[in-house]
C-alpha cells in the first residue's frame, strides 16, 4: 500500500495490496453464489441466516481481525474493510452481521480480555461456532452512552446484573455477549464496568424481537437483565473502564459501518450503472440523457472520497495509532454519501426502483442503519468537532 517517492518519503499508492485483492475475490465469489440467492427469503421473514454465518466462519469471515494463534485469520484493518465492503455490496445485512460481531463483541474481548478470557472465548468467536453480540445502548440511553442504568452489584465470587439493554445485534442469535453495566453509580462514566456475558446465563432474558425497515435480517432484541449472576473473572480489565473501552472499540467499528456504507453506495452505484445501460426510454438508454449522466458522476465521485477516508483511517489503525477522528470522519462521510447514492439509485430505475425485483430497493432500506448505528452522524460531527478543537 505503500511505495517511496524519489527522495524515500513513503507515499501511498492507493492500489489494493494482493491480501486485499484475494478476499476482495474471496468475498465477491460468496455473495454472489451463496448469498444473493436467498437475500429476499431472510429479508421477508427476518429469519437469521445461521447456514450463511457458518459459511462465513469457514471462510474466516468471523474472526478476521484474530491472531492465527487464536484461531483467526490474522488479517489487518484493510483487509476487514475490503470483505465488509464487498459483502456489503450484495447484502448490507450481512455486512453489519460481519462488523457487528468482529468488530464490536470479539474485538472488546481482544482489545482489553486478558491471557484466560481471550483463550476462552476468542477462538470460538473467530470461528463463528459462537456469535459475539455487544450491549452498550440502552432504552433511555442511546447517543448519550455514558447515561447508562444497567448496574452490576459485586456479591462474593460474582457480579450480579440488573437492567436493560436496546437493539443489541445479536440479542437473540448470539452465544456471547460483552454487556457494560455500573459497578459504581456515585462515579458516572468511570463507574462503567465491562463485562463477558455467557447467554445462556440464568438472568440473561432475550425481549423485544425488532421489526425493522432494513437490515431486517440482522438480529436485533432488547435484552434485560434480572439478578444476572456473572462470574467476577468475566470482568474485563479493571472495574471503571468499561466506558473508556467501549469508546476505543468504537474507534475500531466505525471503520466496519464506513465499510458496510461504502459497500451498499457501490451496490447502489453498480445497479444503476447496468440499468442506465439497459433501460430506453425516448428512442434511447437512459445513460445517454445528461441529468442520469450526473448523477452516476456525483455517486461514483462521492464514493471514491469515502473510499479513501475508510482506507486511510483502515491504515491508520493498522499502524496503531489513534483514530478517533479518522474513524468520526469516515463514518460521517460514507454513511451520509451511501444515503445520497441509495436514493439517486432509486430515482434512477424510476417505478422500478419502487419494487423488490430490484436490489436497489432493499439498499435504499437498509442504508439508512448506517447513519445511525455507532453514533448517528450527529455525534459523528461532535466528535470530529472535539478532535479539532482539542476539548
Ligand atoms: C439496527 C440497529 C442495530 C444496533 N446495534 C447495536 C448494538 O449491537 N449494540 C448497541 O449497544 N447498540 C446498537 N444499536 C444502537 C445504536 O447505536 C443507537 O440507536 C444510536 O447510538 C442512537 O441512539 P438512540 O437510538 O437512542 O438515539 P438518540 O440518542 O435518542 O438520538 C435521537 C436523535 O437525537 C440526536 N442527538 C442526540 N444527542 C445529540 C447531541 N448531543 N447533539 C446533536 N444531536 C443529538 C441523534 O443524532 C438523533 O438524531 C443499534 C441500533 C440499530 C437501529
Redesign the pocket.
Known amino acids: 500500500m505503500v511505495m517511496n517517492d524519489m527522495i524515500g518519503n513513503p507515499v501511498p499508492d492507493f492500489d489494493l495490496t494482493e491480501n486485499m485483492k484475494m478476499v476482495r475475490d474471496v468475498a465477491k465469489a460468496f455473495a454472489e453464489k451463496e448469498i444473493k440467492p436467498v437475500i429476499m427469503k431472510y429479508d421477508e421473514s427476518q429469519e437469521f441466516p445461521l447456514d450463511i454465518v457458518k459459511n462465513l466462519g469457514e471462510l474466516g469471515f468471523m474472526g478476521v481481525l484474530v491472531p492465527a494463534d487464536l484461531g483467526g485469520s490474522g488479517f489487518g484493518y484493510l483487509e476487514y474493510v475490503t470483505i465488509i465492503e464487498e459483502i456489503s455490496k450484495i447484502d448490507p445485512s450481512v455486512g453489519l452481521t460481519i462488523a457487528?460481531h468482529n468488530s464490536?463483541c470479539t474485538n472488546h474481548i481482544l482489545l482489553f480480555g486478558n491471557d484466560a478470557q481471550k483463550k476462552k472465548y476468542i477462538p470460538d468467536l473467530a470461528s463463528g461456532r459462537k456469535i459475539g453480540?455487544?450491549?452498550?445502548?440502552e432504552p433511555t440511553s442511546?447517543?448519550?452512552a455514558g447515561g447508562m442504568l444497567t448496574t452490576a452489584v459485586r456479591e462474593g465470587d460474582y457480579y450480579v446484573l440488573n437492567g436493560n439493554k436496546n437493539?443489541?445485534?445479536h440479542g437473540s442469535v448470539g452465544q456471547v455477549t460483552v454487556v457494560t453495566a455500573l459497578t459504581d453509580k456515585s462515579k458516572g462514566k468511570k463507574g462503567i464496568s465491562a463485562f463477558i456475558v455467557e447467554n445462556n446465563t440464568p438472568g440473561f432474558i432475550v425481549a423485544k424481537k425488532e421489526n425493522?425497515m432494513g437490515?431486517r435480517s440482522?438480529d436485533?432484541t432488547a435484552l434485560a437483565f434480572d439478578n444476572c449472576r456473572v462470574p467476577k473473572e468475566n470482568l474485563l480489565g479493571e472495574e471503571g473502564n468499561g466506558f473508556a473501552q467501549a469508546l476505543a472499540v468504537l474507534d475500531g467499528g466505525r471503520i466496519s459501518i464506513s465499510a458496510l456504507a461504502l459497500g451498499i453506495a457501490q451496490g447502489a452505484l453498480d445497479a444503476s450503472v447496468k440499468y442506465a445501460k439497459e433501460r430506453k426510454q425516448f428512442g434511447k438508454p437512459i445513460g445517454d440523457f445528461q441529468a442520469i449522466q450526473w448523477k452516476l458522476a456525483d455517486i461514483a465521485t462521492h464514493i471514491e472520497a469515502a473510499r479513501l477516508l475508510t482506507y486511510r483511517a483502515a491504515f491508520v489503525k493498522n499502524e496503531g495509532r489513534h483514530t478517533t477522528r479518522e474513524s468520526a470522519m469516515a463514518k460521517f462521510y460514507a454513511a451520509e454519501v451511501a444515503v445520497q447514492a441509495t436514493n439517486e439509485a432509486v430515482q434512477i430505475h424510476g417505478g422500478y426502483g419502487f419494487i423488490k425485483d430490484f436490489p436497489v430497493e432493499k439498499l435504499y432500506r437498509d442504508v439508512k442503519?448506517v447513519t445511525?448505528?455507532?453514533?448517528?452522524s450527529?455525534?459523528q460531527k461532535?466528535v470530529i468537532a472535539r478532535e479539532i478543537l482539542e476539548l
Do not use: N, P, Q
Open positions: 457487528a464490536l453480540a455487544w450491549a452498550l445502548t442511546g447517543s448519550d437493539f443489541i445485534t425493522k437490515m440482522s436485533t442503519l445511525i448505528g455507532e453514533g448517528t450527529e455525534i461532535l
